[in-house]
């Protein structure tokens, strides 16, 4: 596992998993952009789809989650050097009432019509400002247990997080040094 400095600041970083040639959320973008991959995800998991979002309409599944895929990379990838990316990205947990060490956090896709965004990208807080992608999914369940592809997103934060704790990476100094 390696880190890619994202924005090229320092504060948004993306796991390089083992085996993987680009960083996490590359991959992820890629995914959403690609009309084939979003296809079969809409085909396996179109009940969900149905019962969550009242949609059963493939095309226009995969029309809204490219259109939010834009919007979310436009704000991620264009984020100004003094943008708060505290404002970006919430904790993962709905009531979470204290800030932890590494805690799990997301981000939502921004869905102006229709219905709500079902893009998420998920990450570790490092500190303040300054956050690491491990990952991203369509979320169409109310909780990511619910499905074998969000309980996986889970899995991979929980290992990054291990990771970091074992290796004494627990703020931005730390991936710095552990990059170079």
Known sequence: ??????????????????GDMQDILTKTFANWFDPDFLYKFFVRNIKDLDTYFHITDLDRAIYDTMEDAAMLSCLMLDIRPEANLENFFRPL?????????????????????????????????????????TGGAIKLTHFMAEREHTLNELKKMEMVRNYLLDNGIIDADGIKNETL
């Open 93 to 133: 947990e709905n009531h979470r009432i204290h800030e932890m060490l590494l805690s799990k956090e997301k981000a939502k896709g921004k869905r102006i019509t229709t219905h709500a965004s079902w893009l998420r990208i998920y990450a570790i807080r490092l500190e303040k400002g300054t956050y690491l992608i």
């Open 1 to 18: 596992m390696r880190f890619e400095d994202i924005l090229h600041n320092g504060r948004l970083w993306a796991v390089v998993y083992d």
